[in-house]
């Protein structure tokens, strides 16, 4: 990961000053809170916000730029915690490193009678700023614990610090997932500067002019984003409303020369990265000796990264965004998400095949086309595929405004063969860096084929409602990808005990005889999984009937109860990703029954899915056959009325009963 939307901190919970700094100066003796602090913590409370658990009250950014486009930012910000779990959203945090220093740090707690307390050095603490061990990063971050932070007070922070030297921009997250009630933003430009600004998920503020280059913009009464009780929504991140203020270079006139200097401003950093040594391209060409066709090189040469290049982070400064030289990546066999791009091309071009790095985000709707910014938390690759190639398995394929084809695909997804796309990605959007043409790209949305699960069983039931039988699963695609992956995080013991959890959770009284992997490791082919189990009560007596159901396993039925229930939606609904889910099941009636009622057939088909199931028999069988599509990854509000017609007929058809009786 390398963008400025990488770490632990970019999340809805986070209230108040998170700056790119470095190590702060904090209270050594008791000092009274400023003027402003004792102003802001006399800002009433709105009424919009008293089921809160608490509200921004004032945040207000200062960042003045000097002539070489160097910047130093502060921030002073206000908080009221209103219920005890408000207590998390009152605390500061900034990110620090070698080369953005902080200036001031302080922070105090206005308790609701008066009396201030002032966070000492000890309420601070400097922390990692990646949790998991395989990201290694030099940059740090500093919260503070403030002291006396219940309901009632108001806790303030006042940080200042010098940005990034290599940077221009700022993103201002004005939205939060509590309510605000006043904050601004300010840019001090020097003689001759000038400036952009773009806006997502809210209306463009015009800035006002408080002196010589000196804007001011101002957004008061912003609501709460809070999705804590609405089911299958795009990212947090995607939906908050935010800012992003560029200068110097990086403002340019138009939407379309601003993702170009992005791009180009990338391709700057990456310039002699991809640089081979004879030892890469010995390599190159010993993986593509004897292949004739492109995807076959394309394939030997993506598999090989995908299997010997370790994913490992280690970052310090401008490391953060730069990746490593390719030679030094095919040395020690690790490296971050850029530096995986970076040796796959290397290796491409080795290889006679052009390629770029192309920042996105594994958020969908993260980046916005219409926004441009440095934001994202991932890199992945753009190749650029021959005039005329049209091998069917390079489905992940989008077409630049320079008329090139471009197939998208992510060397850090080690189950995931080239032609295809993580779903997370699938829909998204980009930035291309390649020089003149570098420009905001829209990821491909795959077709249902390009994801597929065939599951056939075939059991037997018993006069006693005992089911036995075997289920084998072949896979294609995003469900075979994420097998694989699982597979290869997990021993056998912990895959014996999820698949069994799993099954039991739709088959009481389960006893699970074990199950077999096949081509696991050959990503080209199928995965297939075989299954064997029993259960007993599987079909319930009555009288002389035994009622069973015909769906032995597997449940699409998606759990957003809100919109089943149907209340008002104002976000698109995530659908999972586009694939095609084929059941076939025999059930082996006991001896002496006979089919004396079935379900009714399912069908229903709207344009972002469809959904058909039978159920038949003839003498001594039952079979229920279903196919499930799914052509999209997400839905708009307007279409929540078919969201809820294809979901009930699936739970419908999931819940159905054949009558068995005896003759």
């Known amino acids: 990961m390398n963008q400025l939307a990488r770490n632990r901190y970019l999340a809805p919970l986070l209230i108040g000053a998170l700056a790119l700094m470095a190590p702060p100066l904090c209270a050594a003796k008791n000092q009274p809170a400023p003027d402003w602090a004792v102003e802001a913590a006399k800002t009433p409370t709105p009424d919009n916000a008293m089921s809160a658990p608490a509200v921004v009250l004032y945040d207000e950014i200062v960042i003045t730029v000097d002539e070489q486009n160097h910047a130093v930012e502060r921030e002073r910000s206000a908080v009221r915690i209103l219920k005890p779990q408000g207590r998390k959203y009152a605390g500061c945090g900034a990110e620090f490193g070698a080369d953005f220093k902080i200036k001031n740090f302080r922070s105090w707690t206005i308790a609701a009678n008066g009396k201030q307390f002032q966070a000492m050095e000890t309420d601070f603490i400097d922390v990692g700023?990646?949790?998991?061990?395989?990201?290694?990063?030099?940059?740090?971050?500093?919260?503070?614990?403030?002291?006396?932070?219940?309901?009632?007070?108001?806790?303030?922070?006042?940080?200042?610090?010098?940005?990034?030297?290599?940077?221009?921009?700022?993103?201002?997250r004005f939205q939060q997932s509590i309510p605000a009630v006043n904050q601004s933003l300010e840019l001090d430009l020097p003689a001759g500067g000038h400036f952009?600004?773009?806006?997502?998920?809210?209306?463009?503020?015009?800035?006002?002019?408080?002196?010589?280059?000196?804007?001011?913009?101002?957004?008061?009464?912003?609501?709460?984003?809070?999705?804590?009780?609405?089911?299958?929504?795009?990212?947090?991140?995607?939906?908050?409303a935010r800012m992003t203020v560029q200068w110097g270079d990086a403002a340019k006139p138009s939407i379309e020369s601003q993702w170009q200097a992005i791009g180009q401003h990338q391709g700057q950093l990456e310039e002699h990265r991809t640089d081979q040594t004879p030892e890469m391209t010995a390599k190159t060409q010993e993986l593509i000796a004897g292949a004739t066709d492109f995807y076959t090189k394309l394939s030997r040469i993506t598999g090989y990264i995908q299997k010997n290049i370790r994913y490992f982070i280690i970052e310090r400064g401008i490391g953060g965004w730069q990746p490593h030289y390719a030679a030094d990546i095919y040395r020690n066999r690790y490296g971050d998400c850029k530096d995986k791009t970076t040796i796959l091309i290397a290796m491409l071009q080795a290889a006679g095949i052009t390629a770029h790095s192309f920042s996105v985000d594994h958020r969908r709707g993260f980046v916005d086309p219409n926004a441009p910014s440095l934001f994202g938390d991932h890199m992945i690759t753009a190749i650029e595929l021959p005039t005329g190639e049209k091998d069917p398995r390079l489905i992940a394929r989008v077409k630049a405004a320079n008329g090139k084809w471009y197939l998208i695909f992510d060397p850090t997804d080690e189950k995931t063969p080239v032609g295809l796309l993580d779903s997370d990605l699938q829909g998204g959007w980009g930035y291309l860096a390649a020089g003149a043409d570098s420009q905001i790209l829209q990821m491909p949305i795959l077709p249902p084929d390009s994801s597929v699960l065939q599951r056939n069983g075939k059991f037997t039931l018993s006069g006693d409602g005992t089911l036995s039988g075997d289920v084998s699963e072949n896979m294609i695609g995003e469900g075979a990808s994420g097998w694989r992956l699982h597979i290869k995080r997990n021993d056998s013991k912990e895959l014996h005990d999820g698949i069994e959890r799993g099954i039991s959770s739709e088959i009481t009284g389960l006893t699970f005889k074990g199950y077999e992997f096949h081509q696991i490791d050959d990503l080209d082919k199928p995965l297939i999984l075989d299954l064997h189990f029993s259960a007993t009560n599987y079909a319930h007596a009555?009288?002389?009937?035994?009622?069973?159901?015909?769906?032995?396993?597997?449940?699409?039925?998606?759990?957003?109860?809100?919109?089943?229930?149907?209340?008002?939606?104002?976000?698109?609904?995530?659908?999972?990703?586009?694939?095609?889910?084929?059941?076939?099941?025999?059930?082996?009636?006991?001896?002496?029954?006979?089919?004396?009622?079935?379900?009714?057939?399912?069908?229903?088909?709207?344009?972002?899915?469809?959904?058909?199931?039978?159920?038949?028999?003839?003498?001594?069988?039952?079979?229920?056959?279903?196919?499930?599509?799914?052509?999209?990854?997400?839905?708009?509000?307007?279409?929540?009325?078919?969201?809820?017609?294809?979901?009930?007929?699936?739970?419908?058809?999931?819940?159905?009963?054949?009558?068995?009786?005896k003759q």
């Not at 999705?227 to 908050?240: K, Q, S």
């Not at 149907?566 to 976000?571: L, N, Q, S, T, V």
């Not at 990703?577 to 001896?591: K, M, T, V, Y």
């Not at 079979?623 to 419908?652: G, M, W």
């Open 129 to 172: 700023e990646y949790d998991a061990p395989i990201l290694q990063a030099a940059e740090r971050i500093r919260e503070v614990n403030p002291p006396a932070a219940d309901p009632g007070a108001v806790v303030v922070c006042e940080i200042e610090s010098q940005l990034r030297p290599y940077f221009t921009e700022e993103t201002w």
């Open 196 to 240: 952009t600004d773009v806006w997502h998920h809210y209306a463009a503020v015009k800035p006002v002019e408080l002196g010589s280059n000196h804007l001011r913009w101002e957004v008061k009464d912003v609501p709460a984003l809070d999705l804590e009780n609405i089911h299958a929504t795009p990212d947090w991140e995607a939906l908050a």
């Open 542 to 661: 009555a009288g002389p009937l035994l009622l069973v159901r015909p769906r032995v396993l597997g449940s699409h039925a998606e759990t957003v109860p809100e919109v089943m229930e149907g209340k008002p939606r104002k976000y698109p609904i995530e659908i999972g990703h586009p694939g095609r889910w084929h059941d076939s099941f025999d059930i082996e009636l006991p001896a002496g029954y006979v089919v004396d009622e079935m379900p009714d057939p399912v069908n229903v088909d709207v344009d972002f899915a469809s959904y058909h199931s039978t159920v038949t028999s003839k003498p001594g069988l039952l079979h229920y056959e279903r196919e499930y599509v799914v052509r999209d990854v997400e839905i708009p509000p307007a279409k929540a009325a078919d969201f809820r017609k294809l979901e009930s007929a699936i739970l419908f058809d999931e819940k159905g009963t054949a009558v068995l009786k």
